[in-house]
């Protein structure tokens, strides 16, 4: 029997991933997206935004590409995908709604409408969005009423659960793969299209569809919670003369606990954390449940009150007023390996800074053009020394590779004031020391 050809709805972030994956897992695959440069720069075989191993499969894939295997095309046709798929993955944005902590569904409602119609034979539809629980019983009668074929076309829920900057190894060798379903042939076609993940091990997990959707915003509130609790930790640490670095090393000996997501700093953000555990408590509030997720409001406080803190340590530094100071940055994306800018920890505090007078100039590896973007009238420098020069305080607050390699000593040459403010816990500040800085860090004591 024909391997299922597979479709990608939405090629932003997890869509250009997924798609670009599931040709190298052998599948022909034809992507879709509304927006036609984004199709047009993805048929040259260049992403859409900088993940580390995602330009390489592109090219490895994309039809029309030199060498390439010409699995991998992309249209803006819903007949043509409609035609050509037998599983559809819906892969489009989920944001938070302006003004309110509860999910935007328009996107992926559309994309459903917009496909249903087309569908006149057995497909399967496979959401991947993180959407509320309940989304999935209300699209799958809403896929029934629209699709010619009826109950012949199914929908699964299979959530995503990618790492920014390990996208394309998490969608490769997943950790775990979930599949909300309601009959063995759509059970049995998902197995089908994870075979290579599920013979090298992963486990897939099979549930209804509510359970499938609260997966991903379970994941994502224990490590959004896990995160809060060493930041509170760190507050308590600077209150009480502890060092929170040390704290989280003895705490996460404990196998109960562990070590990953315990470093104390700016906080957490990105386009998934904050939008999911807001989401996810609008959503328990409408099902009568708020109570049960009352803890993550000081969760998500806790996260904003780092930004704070930041801004007030660097206030500190300079003297007690930031007006007329001159603050170089080191970082704009909200984590490394990214481009991502989206509810960005940096670049709040950097647009904080400014707002209270500060002169401030940014530097980041990968997300120079977003951040300008975003924030139009802060100052970028192309390199961390040009952001560092003239500087009466360096704030680093984004954890790239590239910043724990930096001289300092090179750097102090340029800066007016030799004062560090390590806002992710990460630089040797031993180092810096040595090479006559003042180097402070959030929840540790001032040495």
């Not at 075979?195 to 549930?207: D, K, M």
């Amino acid at each position: 029997m024909a391997s299922p050809k597979v479709t990608v709805i939405g090629l932003g972030y997890l869509g250009a991933t997924h798609a670009a994956a599931m040709a190298e897992l052998g599948f022909e695959v034809l992507g879709l997206d509304v927006v036609p440069e984004k199709i047009e720069q993805l048929r040259q075989g260049l992403p859409p935004m900088y993940e580390p191993g995602l330009g390489d499969l592109l090219r490895a894939h994309v039809a029309g590409v030199e060498g390439a295997s010409g699995r991998l095309r992309f249209t803006d046709s819903w007949e043509e995908l409609a035609d050509f798929g037998d599983v559809h993955f819906l892969c489009v944005n989920t944001p938070q709604k302006h003004g309110e902590y509860a999910c935007d569904m328009s996107y992926v409602d559309a994309a459903l409408d917009s496909l249903a119609p087309h569908l006149d034979r057995p497909a399967l539809v496979v959401g991947k969005s993180t959407v509320p629980v309940g989304s999935a019983e209300r699209l799958a009668e809403r896929l029934a009423e629209l699709a010619p074929a009826r109950r012949e076309v199914e929908l699964a829920w299979n959530p995503e659960f990618l790492r920014e900057g390990f996208a394309v190894h998490d969608t490769l060798h997943p950790d775990r793969l979930v599949a909300g379903v309601r009959s063995e042939w759509a059970e049995e076609l998902l197995r089908e299209v994870y075979a290579r993940p599920i013979a090298e091990g992963s486990p897939f997990v099979v549930t209804d569809y509510p359970t499938a959707e609260l997966v991903k915003t379970s994941a994502n509130s224990f490590l959004a919670t896990k995160i809060s609790f060493i930041n509170a930790m760190a507050e308590v640490c600077e209150t009480a003369g502890g060092d929170v670095v040390k704290l989280a090393e003895a705490i996460g000996h404990d196998e109960r606990i562990g070590r990953k997501f315990l470093r104390a700093g700016i906080g957490f953000g990105g386009g998934c954390l904050p939008k999911d555990i807001r989401a996810f408590m609008a959503r328990a509030g409408e099902l009568g449940a708020s109570e049960a997720l009352t803890f993550l409001r000081e969760v998500d406080s806790i996260n904003m009150r780092r930004r704070g803190q930041m801004v007030e340590l660097t206030r500190q530094a300079v003297g007690g007023t930031l007006l007329g100071k001159r603050i170089g940055v080191l970082g704009a994306t909200f984590k490394p390996d990214s481009d991502d800018v989206r509810d960005s920890p940096a670049l709040n505090v950097a647009g904080q800074l400014q707002l209270q007078g500060a002169q401030v100039t940014v530097y980041d590896p990968k997300g120079m053009e977003n951040a300008r973007a975003l924030f139009p009238t802060l100052g970028y420098a192309p390199t961390a020394v040009d952001a560092a020069r003239g500087a009466d305080v360096l704030l680093h607050l984004t954890e790239w590779r590239d910043f724990k390699e930096l001289d300092p000593a090179e750097l102090g040459e340029v800066v007016s004031v030799r004062s560090l403010l390590d806002g992710r816990n990460t630089l040797d500040h031993e180092l810096w020391r040595k090479a006559g800085w003042t180097f402070r860090a959030l929840g540790r004591p001032t040495l």
